[in-house]
């Protein structure tokens, strides 16, 4: 299977990332969550979706992987780094995947015009209060963010009405960290998608990436949702 290796700079950090297959059909961007995440949890997937015919592109964000972290990180940080990393893929419509945090990250990505989105796709994905966006991670970003329901105050509510491709929300079942109010409030407002879903992974918690490289079931069930968008 083809690998490129690549790094770009935004501001003061070097971004490394990879693409995965033999870059004729660089279809998919994939974003990592937070934690000790980066680019290598999702890595089996894309080498199943690789062999199906679907390339794909991922980075580590600042502070994870092989990717510096010479200042200090945030959700603005990151859709700056993702944005960059978006010039790796041929011409659109693509598809991004946002894990975790980078839910909402793929959603500003995805509502951003000019950035040729076909297919949003979140995996348990979180939207964070808009004023938590531009924050350092850190004692202030967390008192905001663990405010009850503050992602009701989040900007990609409105945004996701704009938003005029297809939309699947991969929710896990068992999710002790994204509340289930999340996808269902998301899909509603998507009024302007093309197709919009919510997919339900009975018997899996949060921490569906580590689960990929032990679960051939699991695997098979992400990857359809994410190269078959539904219909309507």
């Not at 409030?185 to 990436?209: F, P, Q, W, Y």
Request: contains cysteine; aromatic residues 6%; glycine residues 8%.
């Amino acid at each position: 299977m083809q690998e490129h290796v690549f790094n770009f700079h935004t501001g003061a950090e070097t971004i490394a990332g990879d693409m995965l297959g033999d870059g004729t059909a660089l279809q998919a961007l994939f974003l990592h969550g937070a934690g000790h995440s980066n680019r290598q949890r999702q890595r089996p997937l894309r080498e199943y979706l690789s062999a199906a015919g679907m390339q794909s592109v991922a980075i580590d964000f600042s502070g994870h992987g092989d990717s510096t972290a010479l200042t200090p990180n945030s959700l603005s940080k990151r859709l700056d780094e993702a944005q960059q990393a978006t010039g790796f893929l041929t011409a659109g419509p693509h598809t991004v995947i946002g894990s975790s945090m980078s839910g909402e990250i793929a959603i500003r990505l995805a509502c951003t015009p000019g950035n040729h989105i076909g297919h949003l796709v979140l995996l348990v994905g979180a939207i964070y209060d808009r004023a938590a966006f531009s924050l350092p991670f850190g004692p202030r970003f967390s008192a905001v963010i663990r405010q009850p329901q503050s992602w009701r105050n989040a900007l990609t509510l409105d945004l996701i009405a704009t938003y005029a491709g297809d939309f699947t929300i991969i929710r896990a079942r068992d999710d002790a960290v994204i509340p289930h109010e999340i996808a269902d409030l998301l899909v509603a407002r998507a009024t302007a998608a093309r197709s919009r879903r919510i997919v339900d992974l009975e018997g899996c918690d949060h921490k569906v990436s580590e689960r990929l490289r032990d679960d051939p079931h699991l695997l098979q069930q992400v990857a359809a949702a994410i190269r078959t968008p539904a219909r309507q």
